[in-house]
């Protein structure tokens, strides 16, 4: 009785406007942090409801059948030839579970889709990870020590044009300077080629997201598997009238249930199937588990390798600005252009460093926990 029911409930939902799912693509957009594969989703779900369309309706039908001289009809024996017309209608309980299923499906494919599209966005730009903050606080301390650096070019001008300067440490000078605008205008290339991106990176390792995915892909393998379970099953009611020349109105009806004896090896196989299925998430490198644990694997690692290098850099910084003191603590010739030229190093040195903290804070969420 309760297939019964869920049958035609399901039934008449496929034909109600779709006011409901209108108000559920409203709800999404409103919400900028969702994921929305509407175009996606509504090919499922319309593929699901064109399926179980079919499958839940039920078959009517007409027959005109002719029976020989001398055949077996309802009274007995005829010495004639007979024709009786019938007119019926067939519902099949296996088809309306195969068309409820297929619905399911439809939803299922839908999820797993709406999972694995994040899942594959954080993985492809998975390289720059982090970067693109790094970046832009990269580009700020550059952009706001501009001004610092046009300053050092003027002062060198003018040292050289009041002879207590150089040409050579003019050009040292300039050529640092332009240095300095080439670090600058790379940093924005960068940046501006991340910014053009529609792949959003995750704010969290993946492993979590991968273990939805995987639940999401399980679930759409095992709808499958129940609906190639039904396959060999056939339970159906049929009933109509018929009328011949000997009888002008009759009813009949029939109760059909069979099954399909290659059933029995398809019930060993399913379980296997699905195994092999869980075991392939797992371990297929073309999987997105198994690319969002070596994403993980890898980011974990990088941030072990930023702690180094920033306390390489550190000691860089701390050694320029050591040498910074010592010059302007000197009367060595040539003192401003040496201080001019530390500082530059130091600012460019500085801004590395400003990138390498800022990539490990974004990437601090995968550090390994001791």
């Known amino acids: 009785?309760?297939?019964?029911?869920?049958?035609?409930?399901?039934?008449?939902?496929?034909?109600?406007?779709?006011?409901?799912?209108?108000?559920?693509a409203t709800t999404s957009s409103a919400e900028p942090s969702t994921f929305r594969l509407d175009d996606y989703c509504?090919?499922?779900?319309?593929?699901?409801?064109?399926?179980?369309?079919?499958?839940l309706g039920p078959r009517v039908g007409v027959q005109a059948i002719k029976f020989p001289a001398g055949g077996d009809l309802v009274l007995g024996q005829t010495t004639?030839?007979?024709?009786?017309?019938?007119?019926?209608?067939?519902?099949?309980i296996t088809d309306a579970i195969h068309?409820?299923?297929?619905?399911?499906?439809?939803?299922?494919?839908?999820?797993?889709?709406?999972?694995?599209q994040p899942l594959e966005d954080a993985i492809r730009v998975a390289a720059d990870q982090g970067r693109r903050l790094a970046l832009s606080r990269e580009v700020d301390f550059l952009k706001e020590n501009d001004e610092v650096v046009a300053g050092f070019?003027?002062?060198?001008?003018?040292?050289?044009?009041?002879?207590?300067?150089?040409?050579?440490?003019?050009?040292?000078?300039?050529?640092?300077?332009?240095?300095?605008?080439?670090?600058?205008?790379?940093?924005?290339?960068?940046?501006?080629?991340?910014?053009?991106?529609?792949?959003?990176?995750?704010t969290l390792p993946l492993a979590q997201r991968a273990a939805d995915y995987e639940q999401a892909s399980m679930d759409v393998e095992r709808l499958g598997s129940?609906?190639?379970?039904?396959?060999?099953?056939?339970f159906s009611v049929s009933g109509g009238l018929a009328?011949?020349?000997?009888?002008?109105?009759?009813?009949?009806?029939?109760?059909?249930?069979?099954?399909?004896?290659?059933?029995?090896?398809?019930?060993?196989?399913?379980?296997?199937?699905?195994?092999?299925?869980?075991?392939?998430?797992?371990?297929?490198?073309?999987e997105l588990v198994y690319a969002a644990r070596v994403v993980d694997a890898a980011l974990?690692?990088?941030?072990?390798?930023?702690?180094?290098?920033?306390?390489?850099?550190?000691?860089?910084?701390?050694?320029?600005?050591?040498?910074?003191?010592?010059?302007?603590?000197s009367d060595t010739p040539g003192r401003l252009t040496l201080i001019a030229v530390v500082k530059l190093r130091l600012l460019a040195v500085q801004a590395r460093l400003v990138y390498s903290r800022a990539l490990a804070e974004q990437r601090r969420p995968w550090e390994p926990q001791s």
């Open 1 to 24: 009785m309760r297939t019964w029911f869920m049958a035609a409930s399901v039934f008449v939902s496929l034909f109600v406007p779709q006011a409901a799912r209108a108000q559920e």
């Open 42 to 55: 509504e090919r499922v779900r319309e593929a699901g409801k064109s399926t179980a369309a079919v499958l």
């Open 80 to 92: 004639a030839s007979e024709t009786q017309l019938r007119g019926y209608t067939q519902y099949s």
């Open 99 to 116: 068309g409820i299923l297929a619905l399911k499906l439809g939803e299922a494919e839908c999820r797993r889709q709406r999972l694995a």
């Open 153 to 202: 070019e003027r002062e060198a001008e003018a040292r050289q044009r009041a002879e207590v300067g150089t040409l050579q440490e003019l050009i040292e000078i300039q050529t640092l300077a332009s240095a300095f605008r080439a670090q600058e205008a790379e940093t924005e290339d960068e940046l501006s080629r991340l910014d053009a991106s529609a792949l959003h990176e995750a």
């Open 226 to 234: 129940h609906i190639r379970e039904i396959t060999p099953w056939t």
């Open 243 to 286: 009328a011949n020349g000997v009888i002008p109105v009759d009813w009949f009806g029939t109760v059909e249930l069979s099954y399909n004896l290659g059933g029995l090896v398809q019930g060993a196989a399913e379980p296997l199937l699905l195994s092999a299925r869980e075991r392939e998430l797992q371990s297929a490198t073309y």
């Open 300 to 329: 974990g690692e990088s941030v072990a390798h930023l702690k180094r290098q920033i306390s390489v850099i550190e000691k860089e910084v701390e050694g320029l600005r050591a040498e910074e003191t010592l010059l302007e603590g």
